[in-house]
């Protein structure tokens, strides 16, 4: 058998976790995916005040919004009415039409079969104007607009939009819209336009209430009134029969002469009603025209006709400034409970708009939750998912428990739909739909059992936490327990019981949703866990008997782990990639896994394998965990910025879903406004950095702060059980104030402390980057010449080689600086350097240059050379005082660096490379060496190195102690043996070396990874379902014609098939794959197309081309010849960057 070497080296990281090693790593270099165009220019002057001066009509990022959490309406690029005939684009699943100015009002759905859809109204926003046959509205041709200023002020919510219109030569006229939805009358919607022309004429002023814009419900009637100026539609929902009023008031300013009045009511779109005034004008002169909108559902009290025409009728009494005027109040009302970051504008206002939001798409007392967009657009047809419970309302219940109540009230309203879903399924308890509207039935888009199960612990923990965050016994007992109780009792039934008393959840599809029918997931069993754990607390609390099987069935229901600490995702996980965060939930928000260590085994385990195409909220949990684990460096850091930099786009910065504007991670279009991405951005703040945990018995802190935000962070009004709290997290210390409300505990690392009402207590911040260290570089700024999107800079100096910094091509630079922060005391004169250390991404360029800039400023070349086909580059020189380093890489693929280490000249160091067999088989033994060299400036003494090995198998010795004496190797062996049993698979093993620094006793850390299992003779065929799966190939017998037990499908980018084959004598080889080809793809569109996959073999590679077969349950073959040298070898079929894969695959033979 040949050796291979394969390093991974990690410093003062997290724990490691499985690494893989594949075939491809020398002849098929994965180039990272192209990232989305740049995204939107964060920051500014006013973090508040943000401003589109381009204007750009077809853009659907460039449209700000409106919203008082009852109703809202997205505004078009010219300021006002209704735009969606097809040039914003297509918005995403379900409903996948075209993207528009929607005006959405909460809890307003119709049911289509077993789904409810989120209706859009009659655009109420409309406002028009006409100059001698000119029209001005949505659809104005970009050339006459000119001295273009959209504003959306976020402390105000209001949209304001000006500029010069030029419909012909020689006539132009001033305008401005002003558009805002009323946050102190929640029926209310206003409109002001005014318009000021450059020549003497006639003016046509529109004022609709526009059906075009209205979707998914019916019209019923209408009236205009031209002698009140007032038009009224009434509409109902289809299926559900909630019925709408719409009601506008067109109401003229100062000097306004109206000539004519036209009443509008198109006999084609009974959805449309509304005023034309015809009004003479003058040039040089301002016309102003205001729009007051009233709006009423049968949800609310009163008559929707009635209380609609009384909205207006207040409104155009009270006037517009003193309306304005109270919707403002409003508005700094909910502001004066903030979270500031200081020192950062562009995160400042990220996370204004981020709360910006959520606080228009929702409201106290009204109860329809909030789906994936808010009210900003009806993505995801304005469903409500768990998006609502897990991502938006933990941020909403740390400052506005009275927003949060929405969303644990909307599925108490749900409970008898929960309960009869449940009993449709054959369950007890309650069974949530994983998506749809007020109904609360499951069934439409996703079935009632076997889904995303994991939804009813997350509607259970919400609502408990909603109790310990209020204290609200009695909201408890009426609403909080029955949702509890019903979760509860779900769960109980739900499990399967097995002969040696363990309980088990089997055929779900647990958060990452790129699975499905797997057993054991752990985030959905670790969830159930917590829920019925809660559910005994709950009913103690509520004064109710908790059920006794509540305690068995947790205490029992089990969570597999792997010998590193860390959990599969589900039985028989092999690290294949995932969709969005899913077992790190675990950690954050289940709190099922507690220790640190096991947390961190998780964490480094499943960023690597997340897909960069997912959804946004998953680098936010990753944060929180991170920042909870607290292992030396800043990895909370490189995830806070993954958390939202990536998806910001538009002069709004609002989120998108993913960091692409097209399909991505196994979707459709994402949606925008995505609201669970700012809801998970949010968290990072509270639950991250302030470290806050609910406790109905304590307010729990443990605040921690990354060197890169040492301006600090305040939460201003955190409410905890009826008092307002303020944390200012600062870089040494935290202050807690008790700003009012009566004494509380306070619960933090150090312990437990009484807070009496307008005092102040300081904590220690935690500050992990502090950590002693002999790398200079850690934590350090770094900036590049350019970055994938989720691939930042911080990301290589962060400690963790799970992140990365990628360029976004060849040519690039990459520059740390070496100085110590001023915040973290002395320590900025240049630091000794000697030696520098990459550990690479998944890409590496041919050649490298580095400069150090010495204590005068001056840049020098101090190494250069080509980079190595494998393992790290170790960079070496005459030792230099720098300030900072810069790295140039030039040709290959675009650099990707998983950390940068560069050691104090002075001390010790340690490089490690570990050598494993390519290939064992059950029950062999084999030799695996380590070798280490002492490339410091000092001996490295104390020098310790253990294997970590799967449960199963077996290292002699147990561990290797020396010392190696500065510029010299030591090599250390080990006989590795498998276990008989043991299954195909790539299997990690990972070489831990610590030795003692100069500052610390420093860590190193090599993982290579061994393929093992049975090996296949040649021309005996070997069915594929048996080979070593991996990159997230799959098992299926989902269609016939296969041989054996199934075939192996998800064959994607990165997936591999790979074989061991026992070669009697060296030669060619035939190498016979048995495939089916027909209409597929990962993500629309689908094709049906020849496709390609590569066959690896003895360290080359060919690309095969695999026709269409006809159908899925027809299948061929297609035979290439390889050189295989005598021996165990490995044949592999992997899906590279240039193949397009998406085939099944039933067998192989070789020979």
């Known amino acids: ?169 020689g006539e132009s006229a001033t305008v401005t819209y002003e558009v805002l939805a009323n946050r102190d009358r929640m029926h209310l919607g206003q409109v002001r336009a005014s318009i000021e022309p450059s020549r003497t004429g006639s003016l046509v002023v529109g004022s609709l209430l526009d059906g075009a814009g209205a979707q998914r419900i019916t019209p019923t009637a209408r009236t205009v009134d031209t002698s009140t100026d007032t038009a009224t539609v009434q509409l109902a929902t289809p299926g559900r029969g909630t019925t709408v009023a719409e009601t506008a008031r067109l109401v003229a300013g100062r000097g306004v002469k109206v000539a004519r009045r036209t009443a509008v009511e198109p006999d084609d779109d009974k959805a449309t009603a509304g005023e034309q005034w015809t009004v003479p004008v003058e040039r040089a002169s301002t016309y102003t025209f205001t729009k007051y909108v009233g709006i009423s559902t049968s949800g609310d009290a009163g008559s929707p006709p009635a209380v609609a025409r009384e909205t207006v009728d207040q409104a155009a009494a009270r006037g517009w400034d003193a309306l304005v005027a109270a919707h403002t109040a409003q508005w700094a009302a909910l502001w004066r409970r903030r979270v500031t970051v200081g020192g950062q504008p562009a995160a400042q206002t990220a996370v204004n708009s981020a709360f910006y939001l959520l606080y228009s798409s929702m409201r106290a007392g009204v109860d329809a939750s909030i789906p994936p967009a808010g009210l900003s657009s009806d993505d995801y047809g304005g469903e409500i998912f768990w998006d609502a419970d897990t991502w938006m309302f933990p941020s909403l219940l740390a400052l506005h428990p009275e927003l949060a109540k929405s969303i644990v009230m909307f599925r108490h309203a749900t409970i008898g739909a929960a309960e009869a879903n449940a009993r449709g399924a054959g369950y007890q308890g309650g069974s949530w739909a994983w998506d749809n509207g007020p109904s609360g039935t499951c069934g439409g888009l996703a079935p009632c059992s076997g889904y995303e199960d994991h939804v009813q612990s997350d509607i259970a923990l919400a609502q408990w936490q909603y109790y310990q965050a209020t204290g609200d016994t009695g909201w408890l007992r009426s609403y909080g327990y029955p949702v509890i109780r019903d979760v509860a009792e779900f769960w109980a039934s739900r499990v399967t019981k097995d002969a040696d008393g363990t309980y088990h959840v089997n055929g779900v599809t647990g958060p990452d949703e790129y699975t499905a029918g797997v057993n054991d997931e752990s985030a959905t069993n670790a969830g159930a866990v917590i829920a019925l754990r809660d559910a005994v607390a709950a009913a103690k609390a509520a004064g109710a008997a908790p059920d006794p099987a509540w305690e068995t069935v947790a205490a029992h229901l089990y969570v597999a782990t792997d010998p590193d600490g860390s959990h599969p995702e589900y039985a028989g996980y092999q690290d294949q990639p995932v969709k969005q965060a899913d077992t790190v939930l675990m950690t954050y928000p289940f709190g099922y896994v507690t220790d640190d260590g096991v947390a961190a085994a998780d964490l480094d385990r499943y960023m690597p394998v997340t897909d960069t195409g997912g959804p946004a909220m998953t680098a936010s949990v990753e944060s929180v965990i991170a920042a909870q684990v607290g292992q030396p460096g800043c990895l909370d850091y490189t995830l806070f910025q993954d958390s939202y930099l990536p998806f910001l786009r538009g002069a709004y910065d609002q989120f998108n879903e993913t960091q692409y504007l097209t399909p991505s991670g196994g979707q459709t279009n994402p949606a925008f406004d995505f609201a669970t991405g700012a809801g998970g951005f949010l968290q990072t703040f509270v639950y991250g950095f302030a470290g806050l945990r609910w406790n109905a018995d304590a307010l729990a802190l443990a605040p921690t702060l990354p060197p890169q935000l040492a301006g600090g962070i305040t939460l201003d009004g955190l409410q905890y059980q009826g008092r307002t709290v303020d944390v200012a997290i600062g870089a040494k210390a935290t202050t807690v104030t008790l700003r009012a409300g009566r004494a509380l505990t306070l619960s933090t690392p150090a312990g437990t402390r009484t807070l009496a009402p307008g005092h102040r207590a300081t904590l220690a911040t935690a500050r992990p980057d502090l950590a002693p260290t002999d790398d200079l570089a850690r934590c350090r700024s770094a900036s590049a010449s350019s970055s994938q999107a989720v691939d930042l800079p911080a990301a290589a100096v962060d400690g963790n080689t799970a992140t990365t910094w990628t360029a976004t091509g060849t040519g690039a630079s990459y520059t740390v600086s070496l100085l110590a922060d001023r915040a973290d005391g002395p320590g900025r004169s240049a630091p000794r350097t000697a030696h520098a250390e990459v550990v690479w991404g998944s890409g590496r360029p041919a050649a490298y240059t580095l400069q150090a800039q010495t204590a005068s400023g001056r840049w020098q070349q101090v190494s250069a050379g080509p980079v190595p086909a494998t393992g790290n580059l170790e960079a070496s020189w ?267 695959l039933d067998n192989l033979r070789i020979g």
């Open 878 to 1144: 005459t030792p230099v005082a720098a300030r900072a380093l810069k790295l140039t890489f030039t040709g290959g693929d675009p650099a990707s660096v998983a950390e940068l280490h560069v050691p104090d000249a002075a001390a010790a160091d340690v490089t490690t490379s570990l050598g494993t067999p390519q290939f064992m088989t059950p029950g062999s033994s084999s030799e695996v060496t380590l070798t280490a060299t002492s490339s410091g400036g000092a001996d490295a003494t104390q020098v310790d190195t253990r294997l970590s090995l799967p449960g199963g198998w077996t290292a002699t010795p147990e561990s290797v102690a020396t010392s190696i004496a500065k510029g010299t190797t030591a090599t250390d062996t080990w006989t590795v043996t498998a276990p008989a049993g043991q299954a195909p698979a790539q299997v990690p093993i990972t070489a831990t070396t610590t030795w003692q620094g100069r500052n610390a006793r420093d860590s190193t850390v090599a993982t290579a990874a061994v393929y093992a299992g049975p090996t296949v003779d040649p021309g005996a065929v070997d069915d594929a379902e048996n080979a070593i799966l991996g990159g997230g190939a799959e098992t299926d017998n989902g269609h016939a014609g296969y041989t054996g037990s199934g075939f192996v499908d998800s064959l994607y980018p990165g997936a591999t098939i790979t074989v061991g084959v026992r070669v009697p004598t060296a030669g060619r080889y035939p190498v016979t794959i048995r495939y089916a080809n027909w209409t597929g793809g990962r993500s629309a569109p689908y094709e049906t197309v020849t496709r390609t996959i590569s066959l690896v073999t003895a360290g080359s590679t060919q690309q095969l081309s695999l026709p269409v077969t006809g159908s899925w349950d027809t299948w061929s073959t297609v035979t290439a010849d390889v050189t295989l040298p005598a021996g165990d070898d490995l044949v592999q079929l992997a899906v590279g960057p240039d193949d397009s894969g998406s085939i099944n």
């Open 1 to 169: 058998m040949r050796m291979g070497v394969h390093t991974t080296t990690r410093r003062a990281g997290l724990t490691a976790a499985v690494v893989t090693a594949s075939l491809l790593a020398a002849t098929l270099a994965v180039t990272p995916a192209a990232r989305a165009a740049t995204a939107g220019s964060p920051g500014g002057s006013d973090p508040w005040v943000l401003t589109n001066t381009a204007y750009t009509p077809t853009d659907h990022t460039q449209e700000p919004f409106v919203g008082n959490g009852y109703l809202a309406q997205r505004i078009p690029a010219i300021g006002a009415g209704f735009q969606g005939d097809g040039t914003l684009g297509t918005g995403n699943w379900p409903l996948s039409r075209p993207r528009s100015t929607t005006a959405l009002v909460a809890g307003v759905y119709e049911t289509d079969g077993a789904s409810d859809y989120i209706s859009t109204l009659p655009t109420w926003s409309d406002l028009s104007f006409t100059l001698d046959g000119h029209v001005l509205d949505a659809a104005v041709p970009a050339e006459e607009i000119s001295t273009y200023r959209q504003t959306q002020d976020m402390r105000a919510g209001t949209v304001t939009t000006s500029f010069v219109w030029t419909p012909a030569p």
